[in-house]
């Protein structure tokens, strides 16, 4: 009897098992939250995922540093992903003030050492390999401008010649450039220290005085043009450092002992030399080459659809995002529409080179407008106050999953709730959308809809987007069968 009544319910138990698990298949929770989503429930709300074209395209829009910012030195020779990068540093520093003079007369002075000193800020690549770092003088042929914004992705529009080295090739260890410098006239750390060579230190020294070299800052100019500092790009070198010009760390120090009356007591002292943040000059130059790289074979100049898109922090690359479906939605209530993009593990390298060159810590998502041919806010959504950009609500920042069977999978998210809501239901335009890892960046800023009628040119700098060339991420376009790009909605029918 009592199998035969268990024989009678399980039909009806069944049925019921099935509603509960596809009710709560359909539950699908957000990444990044903001308010109360209703239960999609099939009846009153519904969640669909649009589909998405994608496909990756170079940036050709110039990309700048300025002097506060962090600034790249270093060679990546191995990412087969990606391709190989080599970035340099061209700058000056000057005397605190003109005329200037060391203390002292001249033929009391005993030179020690010149050592150029530079703020290490941290870095990105395979810390464990070294990397070769020259120091040359620049040439005369071609002075730095104090007045010239140089951009770092083409240096071949202001080229900087050198004439010789300044210093021997040494070999910097990442990993111990974070130490402690204690000496005579030293109690910090995190500085890179390249000793010049003697008769360098002897120049500056001894045969620049106030009377030549630094009567005052165009005549210093004249006599010394600066350093370019460059990495050997040649294997093992796998990593950018970087380096602040504005920081109190960065000088060109200089040792040397004096009597200033002549007298056989004599005092061992430094003088230091900085960047001057008003008039002085520098170049960062990033090059990029994806000859023999994955990336190659998926860089597109039309339109071609991918299921692997690739986005390389500025100087770089940027990803197209096509919603083709999306101006013909019927009119709805959209509680939710979310885009989320998802890193493909690179499985040959998984504890590796995909550990070392890690994903851009933000992402901007912005709408192209074809017709005045600029980069523009997403409607509604990106918003911009007093406070800066609303990234945190807005979506970008770097979260971490555990998906696939991947324990670290890097992925990205953005709310575009308004925007959606505006085409459905005002038709406004749908854009082309724009993947990319800004550093310095512009945006045409319009307000949110109904003050939708002015706009104005908003930048966005590094503090709120990526140090230069730091980062790059393979995603999973809008046909991946794993790690699918893709736009959520979750809606009610009116």
């Known amino acids: 009897m009592l199998a035969n009544f268990r024989l009678r319910l399980s039909p009806l138990f069944l049925l019921f098992f099935l509603f509960v698990t596809a009710a709560c298949t359909r539950i699908t929770t957000t990444e990044i939250g903001a308010g109360l989503i209703p239960v999609v429930d099939g009846v009153n709300t519904f969640d669909t995922i649009m589909e998405l074209e994608t496909d990756t395209f170079n940036e050709t829009d110039t990309t700048r540093v300025y002097n506060a910012d962090n600034m790249a030195i270093g060679a990546i020779t191995n990412d087969p992903l990606f391709g190989t990068t080599s ?55 071609t002075p730095l401008n104090p007045f010239v914004s140089y951009p770092v992705n083409f240096p071949s529009v202001y080229p900087i010649n050198t004439i010789g080295p300044l210093a021997n090739t040494i070999s910097i260890d990442t990993r111990t450039l974070a130490d402690s410098v204690i000496n005579r006239f030293e109690m910090s750390r995190n500085q890179i220290r390249i000793p010049l060579r003697m008769d360098v230190a002897r120049r500056f020294i001894k045969d620049y005085d106030s009377s030549n070299a630094y009567r005052n800052d165009s005549t210093f100019k004249s006599f010394f043009k600066g350093f370019s500092l460059k990495v050997q790009s040649a294997s093992p070198a796998n990593a950018l450092l970087y380096v602040n010009l504005l920081d109190t760390n960065t000088k060109l120090a200089f040792y040397f002992n004096t009597s200033s009356t002549g007298a056989t007591v004599r005092d061992t002292a430094v003088r230091y030399f900085r960047f001057n943040s008003a008039f002085g000059g520098f170049a960062n130059y ?209």
């Open 87 to 141: 970035a340099e540093l061209n700058f000056e520093l000057t005397p605190p003030s003109f005329p200037y003079s060391f203390p002292g007369t001249k033929d009391s002075l005993v030179v020690d050492s010149a050592v150029l000193i530079l703020s290490y800020k941290g870095f990105y690549g395979d810390s464990s390999k070294p990397l070769q770092l020259s120091v040359q003088e620049i040439s005369a042929t």
């Open 286 to 494: 990033i090059t990029r080459n994806t000859t023999g790289a994955e990336i190659r074979n998926h860089i597109t100049t039309t339109s071609k659809p991918d299921s692997l898109v690739y986005i390389q922090s500025a100087p770089g690359t940027y990803v197209r995002i096509r919603i083709p479906n999306l101006q013909n939605l019927s009119n709805r209530i959209i509680h939710r529409a979310e885009l989320t993009a998802e890193q493909v593990p690179d499985d040959n390298n998984l504890l590796t080179l995909d550990r070392y060159f890690q994903a851009p810590r933000l992402l901007l998502l912005s709408a192209y407008d074809s017709v005045r041919k600029h980069k523009r806010n997403i409607p509604n959504d990106y918003l911009v106050g007093n406070q800066g950009p609303n990234t945190v609500d807005f979506g970008g920042f770097r979260i971490f999953k555990s998906i696939n069977g991947y324990d670290r999978v890097a992925a990205y998210n953005f709310v575009i709730s308004r925007y959606i809501q505006g085409i459905v239901t005002r038709k406004d335009t749908s854009f082309t959308l724009r993947l990319s890892a800004p550093s310095n960046d512009s945006l045409n800023f319009t307000p949110p809809y109904p003050n939708n009628t002015v706009s104005q040119m908003y930048y966005l700098n590094a503090g709120v987007g990526n140090e230069v060339a730091n980062g790059r991420v393979r995603l999973g376009g809008g046909k991946h069968s794993r790690f699918r790009m893709r736009l959520r909605l979750v809606y009610s029918r009116l």
